[in-house]
């Protein structure tokens, strides 16, 4: 069992920056694949962001290629996902998932924990 923690999200005018931390317990988290999805109100989870077990291989949704950076610090046990240059359609909750397998995942099927969420709103 993994558990998830989410931190970091807030209001914050467009254009601006936030840091999210994803903070795992549980089992061992090194060897876990990680993701960052959100979902908007009325809108399914989307990915965000993907990372493997080592931080060698990372995927980003186009909405947010350029803007959005994920790493993990494993002897931190936590996933950051650094978004900058917010725009108001960044505007969605936001969490974190492990992944049994070590590897890029894409899809909400393909992770196993998930955290609580974090919101991100984004004024313009």
């Known amino acids: 069992q993994v558990q998830l923690v989410e931190s970091g999200g807030g209001l914050v005018q467009a254009g601006g920056s936030l840091r999210l931390s994803c903070a795992a317990s549980g089992r061992t988290f090194w060897n876990n694949g990680m993701g960052w999805f959100r979902q908007a109100a009325g809108k399914e989870r989307e990915i965000v962001a993907a990372?493997?077990?080592?931080?060698?291989?990372?995927y980003y949704a186009d909405s947010v290629k350029g803007r959005f950076t994920i790493s993990r610090a494993n002897a931190e046990s936590t996933v950051y996902l650094q978004m900058n240059s917010l725009r108001p359609e960044d505007t969605a909750d936001y969490y974190c998932?492990?992944?049994?397998?070590?590897?890029?995942?894409?899809?909400?099927?393909?992770?196993?924990?998930w955290g609580q969420g974090t919101q991100v709103t984004v004024s313009s």
């Open positions: 998932a492990a992944a049994p397998g070590s590897g890029l995942y894409y899809t909400v099927v393909e992770y196993k924990y």
């Open positions: 990372i493997n077990w080592n931080g060698g291989s990372t």
